[in-house]
């Protein structure tokens, strides 16, 4: 389906609430997160209906390490089962997966599933599904200046830095999405939410549906991006075209321009 005009292209989530989810229900945070794994498959499925480009969830963060260590095991066995579970629909769906952070300290028939899946679905065409796993927004723009140094860069563009960033190709973040009741950005894809509208809801991220998520993408798509302009643009690249033009003009004749 060609949705929303191509307004809202990727969208990226921080699935916040599950520890207050099931603490709201005399339950161990745990349980939360168990429920809160089930609903990424709906939500994934929902983002390609809508014929999304791009989707980020962010799962597990640079600072959830500090976590129980028993909490931190039941998200890496939930990020293993849902690969078990996923992998024949994303196939079947022509979904790209990849995992965006640092795995390297995951057991490693997780890290193999995830190296397995993404290499399968390399080529997929569909929705690109992003896992932000052991990730961190501050550590990807390290690792990205890192990398060109490494290439021997002495000096560096926005678009050198966009390139060496975890997923390039999926480009910058049209809305973020926040569940439960806090707003922040958490150090998640700091770099790609430049320009992103922000949407906060409260639902705690167990009870976020569908048509929740539907209903955000529509709303969001209705509101004016002037990526700094005074009138509605498409793009940031279209705001930076019509930068350099303006700039050039009133650089070279500066009285002409009243
Ligand atoms: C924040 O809730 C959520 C996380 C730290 C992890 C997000 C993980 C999932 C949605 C489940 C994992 C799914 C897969 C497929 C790997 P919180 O515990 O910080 O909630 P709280 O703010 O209520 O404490």
Do not use: C
Not at 213 to 242: P, T
């Amino acid at each position: 389906m060609k949705v929303l005009d191509n307004k809202i292209k990727h969208v990226a989530i921080i699935m916040d609430g599950n520890g207050r989810w099931a603490q709201g229900r005399t339950r161990p945070r745990i349980w939360g997160h168990v429920r809160g794994s089930s609903v990424v498959s709906d939500i994934v499925e929902e983002a390609d209906d809508l014929g999304l480009k791009a989707l980020t969830l962010y799962a597990f963060s640079t600072e959830n390490w500090s976590r129980p260590p028993k909490e931190v095991m039941t998200l890496f066995n939930l990020l293993k089962k849902f690969l078990f579970k996923e992998k024949e629909r994303i196939i079947r769906n022509n979904i790209q997966f990849k995992v965006i952070g640092d795995i390297s300290s995951l057991p490693d028939k997780t890290k193999e599933l995830i190296l397995d899946l993404e290499n399968i679905s390399k080529d997929n065409t569909g929705l690109k599904l992003n896992f932000a796993f052991g990730y961190g927004g501050r550590s990807e723009i390290v690792s990205a200046v890192n990398r060109l140094l490494l290439e021997g860069k002495v000096q560096v563009t926005e678009a050198d830095l966009s390139r060496a960033l975890f997923s390039p190709e999926t480009g910058d973040v049209d809305l973020l999405i926040r569940t439960g009741g806090d707003q922040r950005v958490s150090n998640f894809l700091l770099w790609q939410i430049a320009y992103a509208e922000l949407f906060f809801t409260s639902t705690k991220w167990p009870d976020f549906t569908p048509e929740e998520f539907r209903g955000i993408i529509y709303q969001v798509a209705g509101r004016e991006r002037r990526f700094g302009q005074i009138e509605s643009v498409d793009s940031l690249s279209e705001s930076h075209r019509m930068a350099k033009v303006n700039k050039e003009l009133i650089e070279k004749n500066p009285s002409q321009v009243q």
